[in-house]
């Protein structure tokens, strides 16, 4: 059985219902912060799915040198802690660099290792010893057992609270594809499994000066997953994604994610009586 972690009032893993770590991409500015975590939060309230909110405060993995970054750091960290307290809800925002951690450990529960620097010893060990949750995103570059390397830098760093995160694998050019194996193979490191449903269907570097994406496919690779036993999805929501400054492409429009909810709720449901029913491991 995986290990159960707390985040906030969350629980994550053991044979604790699914969690949903949700946001736009990018934190636009406050007032949009603030009211995608307030629908965030009456849908899963509605539905009575644990909620972690999740938006970066600097994107710094882009396409283009002209790309939209976010408010940076320390607007950015201000607005996240507003979220927090305010809508009552966990949050989760990713750093590239170490000097960050500083700024950022006393409110994010949750500090996420973006793919691309998820093999950055360095980074990953003073983000262990900060004491957060660490969410480490399985590189688009890496099979999924390898991923057990980058685990034990966070465990021999201090790090005692872990969520493993497939987002696809590198499949040619500007394309990914999901091997829904990853997420058992990954399991096995005894931590919980997050997948990530949006940046699994991105098309990087797609649009020419920016990623594209294919957002009709993400309830079927949330479906799928959730099937395969994950503890939680990772999906980014927004209002209007065809106007949002970055990965529009790829995010679900905020309208359609409490119908796919529904249905992970009920496949969750069954994937764990299941388990129970044959006494298997979740």
């Given at each position: 059985m995986t290990r159960e972690i707390k985040v906030g009032n969350v629980k994550i893993g053991g044979n604790n219902p699914l969690v949903l770590i949700a946001g736009p991409c990018v934190i636009e500015d406050e007032e949009k912060a603030l009211s995608h975590a307030g629908m965030l939060k009456d849908i899963t309230a509605r539905l009575d799915i644990p909620l972690i909110y999740k938006s970066s405060y600097d994107k710094a993995n882009r396409t283009s040198i002209s790309s939209f970054r976010g408010p940076g750091v320390k607007k950015g960290i201000k607005i996240l802690e507003k979220v927090k307290n305010e809508i009552g809800v966990p949050v989760l925002s990713d750093l590239h660099c170490r000097e960050e951690i500083k700024e950022v450990k006393e409110i994010l529960d949750v500090i996420q290792i973006p793919a691309f620097l998820c093999r950055q010893t360095d980074l990953i060990t003073a983000c262990s010893r900060a004491g957060n949750v660490i969410n480490v995103k399985k590189g688009q570059?890496?099979?999924?057992?390898?991923?057990?390397?980058?685990?034990?830098?966070?465990?021999?760093?201090?790090?005692?609270q872990?969520?493993?995160?497939?987002?696809?694998?590198?499949?040619?050019?500007?394309?990914?594809?999901?091997?829904?194996?990853?997420?058992?193979?990954?399991?096995?490191?005894?931590?919980?499994?997050?997948?990530?449903?949006?940046?699994?269907?991105?098309?990087?570097?797609?649009?020419?000066?920016?990623?594209?994406?294919?957002?009709?496919?993400?309830?079927?690779?949330?479906?799928?997953?959730?099937?395969?036993?994950?503890?939680?999805?990772?999906?980014?929501?927004?209002?209007?994604?065809?106007?949002?400054?970055?990965?529009?492409?790829?995010?679900?429009?905020?309208?359609?994610?409490?119908?796919?909810?529904?249905?992970?709720?009920?496949?969750?449901?069954?994937?764990k009586s299941a388990k129970q029913q044959l006494n298997l491991q979740p």
């Open positions: 570059f890496m099979a999924p057992w390898d991923m057990a390397h980058v685990v034990r830098k966070i465990i021999a760093s201090g790090g005692k872990i969520l493993i995160t497939e987002r696809g694998t590198s499949f040619g050019y500007n394309n990914l594809v999901s091997d829904m194996r990853s997420l058992e193979v990954m399991k096995n490191f005894g931590w919980p499994i997050i997948y990530d449903a949006t940046h699994s269907v991105q098309l990087p570097g797609g649009e020419g000066n920016s990623s594209g994406g294919q957002r009709e496919l993400v309830p079927g690779l949330a479906r799928a997953a959730v099937g395969m036993g994950c503890d939680g999805l990772f999906i980014e929501v927004h209002v209007s994604p065809d106007k949002a400054p970055c990965d529009g492409p790829n995010m679900l429009e905020m309208d359609k994610l409490e119908v796919l909810l529904k249905q992970v709720k009920k496949i969750d449901k069954i994937v």
